[in-house]
């Protein structure tokens, strides 16, 4: 019985629409429940038929999947815009928490290059080069993250639309020309076949590709009406050449690109011994960020906050290098980067180091890096920004999803008297547990913990580490036969102060690469702190138990120069 004349109730259940109409017969006259039923019946078939229709453009929210949006829905304009950029809307989805601080602070300065990202990888023993240019079609295609598009004007949040048939941007070049052309004006007495010849051709055309990258670096900053992947193909030789893949930080981070790069090389080497485009394609092991963004939605805020409260509650000033600094405008936008190389029998020791303490190898080097901030800042207690890579355990095969997943959050590292460089390390280890599990806060959250509240992410992080330990296949680089793929170059500037990216190569050997923003300070003094940092690296490895004071104490190169060098009086004044 129903207290109104009709009453229409819908539900979907097993892929069907059911329609339930009921009548008062006290209120309304007999027969109009059936005839409700026939006109609600076919006002459905309309709206199906004028959907399907192939004029039909417009989209719905039930076009395509929104679980894992936090508000409520994509305005009308927002997928009207998406479509016409990229073509049928697949998924929509909210940004992670660094996804929406980088697309933030690209909005805010649209002249910054800033976190724009520029791989470049060299490409060798392809016994048929158009393996690997459809290889890069076929990965384009099947990876979710390189058909993603973001969205933000004229949205409560920022979105990142996933298209069913878009890709990234594709160009293929042929270069063997010019190579050639180039190689016989350089080298008249060099033949061209010879290992020396198409080294000095490979030398060449990185070269050119950082040239013609640094030209396009612009056209890949936050504009309005979306943001996309690119990636390029230039043919050097006949078996070999160039990949580059191009995008702002927004879209993708450098575990995805060698998740990327990985599915590449094996896509091409099984398209080259004659396996079908879909054969090729089915063995693509890449997964949706999806499951992380509902992940990180589903996580207690207040948990969160109460870590980041008691780590930072008593910091009231940040931890920024001193000494001499820019005031240029016009530096601004200019960085510059410093890098010093562990080798041998020194790294040997830093990996033993990380073994016999417990910890990883990137706690290690992270040590010594906030050893050098404690000098160059002048403090025993500094806060920095870690990064992490988002990708959490219990998230079922985690480190085989492609996107923007990492997160960069608040490390304290004290160095009172008697803290040895052991124990630094492995509060470093237990914080970067920690801050993994964590990795759904936003950095912005973190530091409004600190001091009280009022402080902002920058203030907080004004220097940042990240330490590169990607799962990238063992064959992209070393296959002995087949395609070979392996990095030779990148650009990426970030808005620290100063910051380290460090990784470990194939051979055991420790890159620390420290970068700076010339505004913010000179060269000279990132040289430094990158040297320091050297030195810790190699003092806390042979003695960890010494104390992480004595570990960044000031290098002999540095003692010269202050106790020789500026107190010589022996010169004419």
Same mark, same amino acid.
């Given at each position: 019985?129903?207290?109104?004349? !009709?009453?229409?109730?819908?539900?979907?259940?097993?892929?069907?629409?059911?329609?339930?109409?009921?009548?008062?017969?006290?209120?309304?006259?007999?027969? #109009?429940?059936?005839?409700?039923?026939?006109?609600?019946?076919?006002?459905?078939?309309?709206?199906?038929?004028?959907?399907?229709?192939?004029?039909?453009?417009? /989209?719905?929210?039930?076009?395509?999947?929104?679980?894992?949006?936090?508000?409520?829905?994509?305005?009308?304009? %927002?997928?009207?815009?998406?479509?016409?950029?990229?073509?049928?809307?697949?998924?929509?989805?909210?940004?992670?928490?660094?996804?929406?601080?980088? $697309?933030?602070?690209?909005?805010?300065?649209?002249?910054?290059?800033? +976190?724009?990202?520029?791989?470049? +990888?060299?490409?060798?023993?392809?016994?048929?080069?158009?393996?690997?240019?459809?290889?890069?079609? =076929?990965?384009?295609?099947?990876?979710?993250? $390189?058909?993603?598009? !973001?969205?933000?004007?004229?949205?409560?949040?920022?979105?990142?639309?996933?298209?069913?048939?878009?890709?990234?941007?594709?160009?293929?070049?042929?270069?063997?020309?010019?190579?050639?052309?180039? /190689?016989?004006?350089?080298?008249?007495?060099?033949?061209?076949?010879?290992?020396?010849?198409?080294?000095?051709?490979?030398?060449?055309?990185q070269s050119r590709a950082s040239s013609e990258a640094a030209d396009r670096r612009s056209s890949l900053r936050v504009r309005s009406g979306g943001v996309r992947a690119e990636l390029r193909t230039m043919r050097v030789e006949e078996d070999a050449g160039l990949l580059c893949i191009e995008m702002h930080h927004v879209l993708l981070?450098?575990?995805?690109?060698?998740?990327?790069?990985?599915?590449?090389?094996?896509?091409?080497?099984?398209?080259?011994?004659?396996?079908?485009?879909?054969?090729?394609?089915?063995?693509?092991?890449?997964?949706?960020?999806?499951?992380?963004?509902?992940?990180?939605?589903?996580?207690?805020? /207040?948990?969160?906050?109460? +870590?980041?409260?008691?780590?930072?509650?008593?910091?009231?000033?940040?931890?920024?290098?001193?000494?001499?600094?820019?005031?240029?405008?016009?530096?601004?936008?200019?960085?510059?980067?410093?890098?010093?190389?562990?080798?041998?029998?020194?790294?040997?020791?830093?990996?033993?180091?990380?073994?016999?303490?417990? !910890? %990883?190898?990137?706690?290690?080097?992270?040590?010594?890096?906030?050893?050098?901030?404690?000098?160059?800042?002048?403090?025993?207690?500094?806060?920095?920004?870690?990064?992490?890579?988002?990708?959490?355990?219990?998230?079922?095969?985690?480190?085989?999803?492609?996107?923007?997943?990492?997160?960069?959050?608040?490390?304290?590292?004290?160095?009172?008297?008697?803290?040895?460089?052991?124990?630094?390390?492995?509060?470093?280890?237990?914080? %970067?547990?920690? $801050?993994?599990?964590?990795?759904?806060?936003?950095?912005?959250?973190?530091?409004?913990?600190?001091?009280?509240?009022?402080? %902002?992410?920058?203030?907080?992080?004004?220097?940042?580490? !990240?330490?590169?330990? +990607?799962?990238?296949?063992?064959?992209?680089?070393?296959?002995?036969?087949? =395609?070979?793929?392996?990095?030779?170059?990148? =650009?990426?500037?970030?808005?620290?102060?100063?910051?380290?990216?460090?990784?470990?190569?194939?051979?055991?050997?420790?890159?620390?690469?420290?970068?700076?923003?010339?505004? #913010?300070?000179?060269?000279?003094?990132?040289?430094?702190?990158?040297?320091?940092?050297?030195?810790?690296?190699?003092?806390?490895?042979?003695?960890?138990?010494?104390?992480?004071?004595?570990?960044?104490?000031?290098?002999?190169?540095?003692?010269?120069?202050?106790?020789?060098?500026?107190?010589?009086?022996?010169?004419?004044?």
């Amino acid at each position: 019985e129903t207290s109104s004349g !009709v009453d229409i109730n819908c539900e979907v259940r097993g892929g069907r629409l059911r329609v339930f109409v009921s009548q008062s017969e006290r209120l309304s006259e007999s027969g #109009l429940c059936d005839r409700m039923a026939e006109a609600v019946a076919q006002s459905v078939r309309d709206v199906v038929s004028a959907c399907c229709a192939s004029s039909m453009r417009e /989209s719905t929210p039930s076009d395509w999947r929104s679980g894992a949006l936090s508000s409520s829905g994509v305005s009308q304009s %927002t997928l009207e815009s998406a479509e016409a950029w990229g073509g049928e809307i697949e998924e929509v989805m909210s940004l992670l928490p660094l996804q929406s601080s980088l $697309l933030a602070a690209g909005v805010r300065d649209p002249e910054s290059s800033e +976190y724009v990202v520029q791989t470049m +990888y060299w490409v060798g023993g392809a016994s048929s080069w158009s393996s690997v240019e459809e290889a890069v079609r =076929v990965v384009s295609e099947r990876v979710s993250a $390189l058909r993603t598009s !973001v969205w933000w004007e004229g949205e409560d949040e920022a979105v990142a639309v996933v298209h069913r048939g878009a890709t990234a941007r594709i160009d293929h070049a042929d270069w063997r020309s010019s190579a050639r052309s180039w /190689s016989r004006a350089s080298e008249a007495e060099v033949d061209e076949g010879s290992p020396e010849s198409r080294e000095r051709r490979r030398s060449w055309a990185q070269s050119r590709a950082s040239s013609e990258a640094a030209d396009r670096r612009s056209s890949l900053r936050v504009r309005s009406g979306g943001v996309r992947a690119e990636l390029r193909t230039m043919r050097v030789e006949e078996d070999a050449g160039l990949l580059c893949i191009e995008m702002h930080h927004v879209l993708l981070d450098g575990w995805s690109q060698s998740l990327i790069v990985s599915a590449i090389a094996s896509t091409a080497r099984a398209l080259s011994r004659g396996a079908s485009r879909s054969e090729a394609s089915s063995s693509i092991d890449v997964r949706s960020a999806r499951c992380v963004v509902e992940w990180s939605r589903s996580q207690d805020a /207040s948990a969160g906050r109460s +870590y980041f409260a008691a780590l930072l509650g008593d910091v009231s000033s940040p931890t920024e290098l001193t000494g001499p600094r820019g005031r240029r405008e016009s530096d601004r936008h200019v960085h510059g980067s410093h890098e010093q190389r562990v080798e041998g029998e020194a790294a040997r020791r830093v990996h033993e180091c990380a073994r016999s303490s417990g !910890v %990883t190898v990137g706690s290690v080097v992270q040590c010594a890096w906030a050893a050098a901030l404690c000098v160059f800042a002048s403090s025993d207690d500094v806060v920095y920004g870690s990064t992490v890579s988002g990708r959490p355990s219990s998230v079922e095969d985690a480190d085989r999803v492609c996107g923007m997943l990492i997160n960069t959050l608040p490390m304290r590292v004290r160095a009172g008297e008697s803290t040895s460089c052991r124990e630094a390390m492995r509060s470093i280890h237990a914080q %970067t547990g920690a $801050l993994s599990d964590l990795s759904w806060v936003s950095s912005r959250e973190a530091a409004s913990t600190a001091g009280g509240g009022g402080m %902002t992410s920058g203030d907080v992080m004004r220097c940042g580490f !990240v330490f590169e330990n +990607y799962p990238v296949d063992a064959g992209v680089g070393e296959a002995s036969v087949g =395609v070979r793929i392996e990095a030779v170059g990148g =650009v990426e500037e970030t808005g620290f102060q100063a910051g380290c990216v460090s990784w470990s190569g194939a051979d055991g050997s420790i890159v620390m690469r420290v970068t700076h923003r010339e505004d #913010l300070i000179e060269g000279w003094v990132a040289e430094r702190v990158c040297a320091t940092m050297r030195a810790a690296l190699e003092r806390m490895s042979s003695s960890p138990d010494m104390s992480l004071r004595e570990a960044g104490d000031v290098i002999e190169s540095d003692r010269r120069s202050v106790v020789d060098e500026w107190n010589r009086t022996d010169r004419a004044i």
